[in-house]
């Protein structure tokens, strides 16, 4: 009796096709791309391909290119707060992570002081953005391994995530909530009850999350040992984030550059061993705990008092230049800003944006794999094309 | 095998609970008391005209440049106001509903709507006049920078009229 090849024995190197059965084989070119659902929006692959086997991988990008930097050095009045619209839409599964860093870069720029509950609220629901960026990943990353219904489970927590969000910013995406000094406006009056339960059906929605996928022997087969890239390798990419972490390196920079008030929580830093997509996958599941731990602190803590500090109404920074990074959901993301001192505009933004380089590492994880699999080690990476395009 | 049975046994699970879907044309989700939807013009029910007094400020500060107004004389007395808008456009295709126009204006004279249902078969339909903008802006006052309303904001279109 033939027994059936498992998954993980045809995963072994085999040898090509043309040797095995002496046969010609000729190079086949396909265009994965970039409207295909599985490449998160519109990253274009041109994959080689000697029979199922990925031969190489050319990446094409580019075609979100929406100028975002260029915009938001642009205004006559309010420059400073035009930047943040176009910087919610490079990367909108993350944006108020993202307004974060481009607000503690203006206050840093400007000398600006933030009061205490401005912090905590900034690390509240910055934590949430989170939670909510890897629920996205994980129904994505679900979908891409051939799970459907992970999408759904994801999208429920997702949906109430973003009622809070309209709740306290007036927008489900795209809150533009925070302002230099501290924030538009004051939480609503519910703000505490709310994440409270929000928390605390993410806590259950986690454990559904595990029941689905994360034992079931498919997706094991599937993503375990898949995409390995090894720790020297990730820093000469300089990828950041959860593929960093799954090489073994605890590098989180709310760990090892506290930045607000971090350094007042107490968490754990997930790493992984092997570097593959299965890990990446349960980092980010931790992750997603972990920040529950952090909003669970947040919230005992949370002060009362004014959340606008002493902003001016007209902001007009000194000339100087301005470099902030936090760990965004996907990685380190950094603002960098420059002031001539005389307009209301940002003289120069630069965004440095994790999927960007995350993505670098796509031909180091795909080459020899199957063609099947480059769409889950793609999905892995969690790229959002409109923080790589910008 | 136990793996799969997890999730299988957790698929059921859900089963026997109540669905979270909405039938949304037909159900209206409550929006939310800050819920920003289509910027609108406020009224002045006091003496009859619109707050606005063509400062233009809102126009300088939108990041999509998608006002264009234009002011006159004021003559009519009833208030101390110098100019008063003669035409005011947003071409809401462009408008990304950020609320910087609201949270500009120092005479407080607009105000986001709760009108999210704007689709039309028609681009150039998508730029609103001032008397659209303030036949939305009716019903609305103005609650940037006020003390907050409690509870959440019941939709202000009869669901009735979707059906």
Known sequence: MAIAPSIDMLREPAPSVAEERNLETVEMTINMGPQHPSTHGVFRMVLTLEGERVKNVQSHIGYLHRGAEKLGESGDLEGYRKAMITLDRTDYLSSLLNEHAYVM????????????????IRVILGEITRINSHCMFYGAFGADSGATTPFMYAFALREEIQQLFEAVGGARMFPNYYRAGGLREDVP??????????????????????????????????????????????????????LLRATGLPYDVRRSEPYSIYDRFAFDVPVGTTGDCYERYLIRQEEMRQSVRIIDQALKDLPGGPTMGNA?????????????????SRGDFGVYLVSDGKSSAPYRVKYRSPCFVNLQSLNDMVIGTYIADAVVALGSIDIVLGEVDR | MRGVLGGFLQTLKSFLTKPVTRLYPYEKPPLEARFMGAPSLLW?????????????????SCPDDCITLTGDKYTAGKTNKKNIIKDYFIDLGRCSYCGIC??????????MSPHFELSTYDRMTLIYDKDQLIEIGRGVTRRTGKPEPVGPLPGILDPSTYR
């Open chain 2, 44 to 60: 002045d029910d006091a003496v009859d005209e619109v707050v606005c007094v063509a400062c233009n400020i809102c126009a300088r």
């Open chain 2, 102 to 111: 609201v949270e500009v204006c120092p005479f407080d004279a607009n105000e």
């Open chain 1, 312 to 328: 001016p109404k007209a902001l007009r920074p000194p000339k100087g230049e301005a470099y902030v990074r936090i760990e965004n």
């Open chain 1, 105 to 120: 870069a203006v206050e840093k720029l400007a000398g600006i002081s933030v009061p205490e509950r401005a912090e905590y």
């Open chain 1, 189 to 242: 009056h519910d703000f505490v009850r709310r994440v409270q339960t929000i928390i605390d059906r993410a806590l259950y929605a986690f454990d559904d999350f595990d029941n689905l996928i994360t034992t079931n022997e498919i997706f094991l087969s599937r993503t375990r040992g898949l995409g390995i890239i090894d720790q020297t390798r990730a820093l000469d990419l300089g990828v950041s984030g959860p």
